[in-house]
């Protein structure tokens, strides 16, 4: 199992704590999964996410939070169980999903960032976002002294808001666009060690070379 793989299956079992908390998890996961779609003139979520143990976990708590109970479906050629790709959609609620978890602004328009309720939240909202953020999309590289965390971003201002969201953590990242991708990315070994605390990845500290 890669190390990126370690995180993201412990990180699926943290409990994020408050309800607000769950609730800016769940945001974060359909923001950088980029869930929100425009099907046929109707906006659905369809989050497409890896492993089992996380699809089962975001259907959960879209049950839980939000009174929702999505399709669950693994993707067209993929392995079955935590090596694989899941599909979590709601088809028939996605358009009030999308405002509830604000994906969508109260005038229908879609956010392009993540909401400021959100990004400026209490330190478990905080590191609920980038739990999800990397739950969805991210890797840790270990390659000798060259260890980075890495976010893959939609947008610019997705990637500033998880820049904002790791500064009222206290921790240092910097937003690049690499090869088109807008990217946040920590390299530094104090940071990277920080924020795997923040999010809850303690058992892959010792693994890693920081």
Not at 13 to 34: C, D, E, H, K
Not at 178 to 191: T, W
Request: proline share 2%; with cysteine; net charge positive.
């Amino acid at each position: 199992m890669s190390l990126t793989a370690k995180v993201k299956h412990e990180l699926t079992g943290v409990n994020p704590g408050s309800n607000q908390a769950r609730a800016a998890q769940i945001s974060s996961i359909l923001r950088f999964t980029g869930a929100l779609q425009k099907i046929s003139n109707r906006f659905v979520i369809e989050a497409e996410v890896q492993g089992e143990k996380l699809a089962l976990r975001l259907a959960h708590e879209l049950l839980a939070i939000y009174g929702v109970r999505p399709k669950m479906a693994r993707a067209t050629g993929s392995v079955a169980g935590e090596q694989g790709t899941y599909l979590v959609r709601v088809l028939d609620q996605g358009e009030t999903l999308a405002r509830q978890t604000g994906l969508m602004d109260a005038r229908g328009r879609i956010v392009r960032g993540l909401p400021n309720r959100l990004t400026l939240g209490t330190a478990d909202v905080l590191a609920a976002i980038w739990r999800g953020a990397f739950l969805a999309a991210g890797t840790l590289t270990d390659p000798g002294r060259s260890a980075s965390l890495d976010i893959a971003c939609a947008n610019r201002e997705t990637a500033m808001a998880l820049v904002g969201a790791a500064g009222r953590l206290g921790i240092t990242v910097k937003q690049r666009e690499v090869r088109g991708v807008n990217r946040v990315i920590i390299r530094e070994p104090e940071g990277i060690n920080q924020m795997l605390v923040a999010m809850g990845a303690t058992s892959v500290l010792s693994l890693i070379h920081i």
